[in-house]
Structure formats: C-alpha cells, structure tokens
C-alpha cells in the first residue's frame, strides 16, 4: 500500500497553493499551505512533515534563506525548491545547501508525485536499514534458559502497549538493547527511538537536552537546537539512569510527563509531543523516594510497569548461547574466520560471577579470540584473560565470597573481583574499568557500593609514581 504523506507546501502565490495541495490530496497525502518563509519555518520547527515543497523567489525572504536557515536549525525534513525563474546557478546553490531536488516551474502533477513518492523511500531504506541490522544481531536478545523467558514474555505483553515502563538492573544487563525491543515491538517502530543517559549529561545541560533551546537563549546557543522529546516525536524516548536525574529537573519532567507539551529554553511557547516513556535505573528507585533523594509524583508516573533484568550470575545457561553470539559479532566485523570455544571452555566461562554483566562477557570474548593461539579458544585461554580463580570464580566449594544472606556473600564477591583486577592493572582506574567491561563512572559507583574507596587507591598509585 502507498505510503502517505504530511506536506508543507511554501508559496507566495495562492492559486500556486490551492492547485498544489489539491493535487496532493486527491492522491491521499496531507497538505499544510503557507504563504512566506517565516510563517514555514515556524511550522517546520513546531510538527513534523514528511517533505518541504517551497518556491524560491518570494517577498521578504525567499526561498533559499528560508533552506538555509531549516539546515542550520537542524530540521531533518528533505525540502524540494520549485521556480519559475529558475537558472543554473540557483539550482546549484539549492543543492549546496541541501536540497533534496530542484524543480521548475510549471511542474506536472505526475512530476510532483514522483518526487514525493522518492522523499519517502529515503525514510523507507532508514527503516530497512534499522530492521536489517536488528536481524543481523546487533540488536538482538539472546536467551535460552527460563530466568530470560520470564523476562521475554512479559516484554512481548507490555510492548503493543503506551504502559511506560521501568527497566531495572545492574549496569551492563542490557536495559537499553530492552527498551529498544520494546519500540521495534510497538505500534511507534516506524517513529525515532532516541536515548539519553541522565548521568551522562551535566545538571546545567540536561534541561537543554531534553527540551531544546532558542537561539542565543544562552552563552553558548548560537542555534536552535531540538531537544530529545522533540526529536522522538511520534517515537520513544528512552531516559537511561533516570535515578541520577538532578531533583530540579524532575520536577520539569513530571510536568512534561502530565501535560504532554515541552517548552524550549528561551522559547515563548509550548509545543506538544507525542512519545512513549521508558526509563531505565541501576539504582532502587523506591528507596531513593523513600529517602526524598527521588520525587515520589515523578516515581508514580513512571513506574507503572517495573521490568527486571537479572543479572548475568543469574542466567549461567544462556552464557553457551551468549558466546556463540559474540563471537559470530566479532568475527564478522574484523572479517576473521569463526572461532569455536571448546566445552572447558564454555564451562569456565559460567564459573565467573561477571560483575559487569553481559557487556564485560561481550569484551572478554573480543579479547579470548585475540589472545588465542590455536583455533578454538581453551579453558587455558580463558584462564590467561579473566582474573584468577580466587577473584573471579563462584564455584560450588568457594569460600572466597564470604558467608551469611546471599546479598553479603555477592557484595564480598565482587569486593574481591575488583581489588584482585585492580591489582593485575597496578590500580590503574580506567584499565581495570575496561577489563571488568566498565565505564569509569560506572565503576566508581560499584567500588563504592562494596566499600571500596578508589580515590585513595589513585592518590596512592599517584604517591608511588612520584
């Protein structure tokens, strides 16, 4: 079936107008008209529109100016230039400033839908792009035992839905790769999924990020600038971390969240979106609310359906589908032949507790298939790149984790994980970050959670240099 279009069409003259966006809509499509360049430069930057038909020369400001400024404002929408005065140079200029096609006028109606239908196989090959990568893996979940089954079916029901969903987890046990799952599983697939990590972003930034801002709204805003809700339109957006969110700009979410409308910096106006929510935390988001560190009306609007991820210790049997899957990753992108991994190999593999989750097992592989020497990695690989048996192990006869609730023996477990890595890298913070499969903040965090004070170990390591 013919994909439908929302069209704005830019002319100063009003038969130009009415035939134009009469002729779109006997086909199906939907025309907005607007008679000069200010005008449409205010709609473009305000709703969304599948292409940008505009005419050149006009009173005030042409048409030119007016693609000049939709590029430097950073609007996506192709724009196709139309003129009755058209020469070479005009076309080229149009082109150089990024017009997607350059059309003189008078121009046939056949001609007109034949530029609209090309507009709107860009946005169909960007689809097929993203939906050719997710079945080449790069976005796949890979499970098989039943912990990821549980997980897997209640995805599969919240998915069709507009339920805002709460993503639980400790870091690297996939809570992005989920809630992109969810988005490719709803009715928003075809619409952006765009993400922000709140405890990547500075406090005096995140407003600006989220919401947008006008130009020269601050030092600094020499442009307009779309925010994530904006840029989500129609889509999802997808806030990871959202219990490092500054409780100041909680408060402008949860306003967000109960109007459906967001408000640029420097702007004088509302401008409504429409996005799916999803959010993602390492944290306890009920006892950060319980502690006032988290607004308790923002937690109630967001934590309507929590989804927990377990953690890699948690689903041992999926590690044999896991490997497989990464080093078939691996081999593809470096072109290498595939590498099987033995039996002693797989089974060392599921003795390690992976304190990083699925993203340190991901590099560990990269790094296995580096480091060894035949064509199949060993247990003796595996033994060279992980940390020793006492640090990284949790057999049946450990005593290494400690005793009492399994919460202790885990928390005295990765205490050890960490020291043992940070030894073997001569407390060197970002290569033991990188061997544990890490960020650097990250690691911070969980050092100081198992009572680790990483700071003293720099200013120590920093001591003996000197």
């Known amino acids: ?41 205010e709609l473009a930057t305000t709703q969304p529109f599948d292409l940008i038909l505009s005419d050149v020369v006009m009173p005030n400001k042409d048409g030119l100016a007016l693609l000049e400024e939709l590029k430097s404002q950073g609007v996506p929408t192709p724009v196709v230039m139309m003129s009755g005065q058209a020469h070479i140079e005009m076309a080229v200029r149009a082109t150089r400033l990024g017009a997607l096609d350059f059309l003189e006028k008078p121009i046939s109606t056949d001609k007109l839908l034949l530029t609209v239908e090309n507009a709107l196989k860009l946005g169909r090959l960007e689809r097929q792009n993203r939906d050719l990568q997710i079945r080449l893996g790069k976005h796949e979940i890979v499970w ?107 408060a ?62 948690e689903r041992r049997e999926d590690i044999p589908a896991l490997v497989e899957h990464f080093a078939a990753q691996v081999a593809a992108t470096n072109n290498w032949k595939p590498m099987p991994f033995t039996a002693d190999a797989i089974a060392a593999l599921q003795q390690y507790a992976w304190p990083g989750n699925i993203r340190e097992l991901r590099n560990a592989v990269e790094r296995l298939m580096l480091l060894a020497t035949a064509n199949e990695v060993t247990a003796e690989t595996v033994a060279l790149a992980l940390p020793t048996p006492a640090a990284g192990r949790l057999g049946p006869d450990s005593t290494n984790a400690g005793s009492g609730p399994l919460a202790d023996r885990v928390r005295a477990f990765e205490k050890q994980t960490i020291l043992a890595e940070l030894k073997r890298n001569h407390n060197q913070i970002s290569n033991t970050a990188r061997a544990l499969g890490l960020e650097r903040s990250h690691l911070y965090k969980k050092a100081e959670q198992v009572g680790i004070d990483l700071k003293t170990v720099r200013s120590e390591t920093d001591r003996q240099e000197r």
Request: aromatic share 4%.
């Open 1 to 41: 079936m013919p994909q439908k279009a929302h069209l704005l069409i830019v002319d100063d003259e009003p038969n130009t107008l009415a035939s134009l966006s009469r002729a779109f809509r006997l086909e199906g499509h939907q025309a907005t008209v607007c008679d000069n360049a200010a005008k449409a430069l």
């Open 144 to 250: 098989t035992g039943e912990t990821m089954r549980r997980v897997m079916a209640q995805v599969e029901r919240v998915a069709s839905s507009e339920t805002r969903v709460a993503i639980l987890g400790e870091t690297g046990t996939g809570k992005e790769l989920v809630a992109r799952t969810l988005h490719d599983r709803s009715p928003r697939a075809a619409a952006p999924f765009v993400t922000l990590n709140c405890a990547a972003v500075p406090a005096e930034l995140i407003e600006s990020e989220l919401f947008g801002h006008e130009k020269g709204s601050f030092t600094g805003a020499a442009a307009r600038h779309l925010g994530k809700f904006e840029q989500a339109q129609h889509g999802t957006i997808f806030l990871d971390e959202i219990g490092d969110m500054p409780l100041t700009m909680q």
């Open 252 to 313: 402008k979410l949860l306003r967000v969240l109960e109007e459906g409308e967001v408000e640029r910096i420097g702007g004088d106006r509302a401008i409504a979106v429409d996005v799916r929510v999803i959010v993602a935390t390492h944290h306890d988001l009920e006892a950060l609310t319980r502690d006032g560190k988290f607004r308790q009306d923002l937690f109630h609007r967001i934590y309507v359906f929590p989804l927990r991820l377990p953690p890699l210790r």
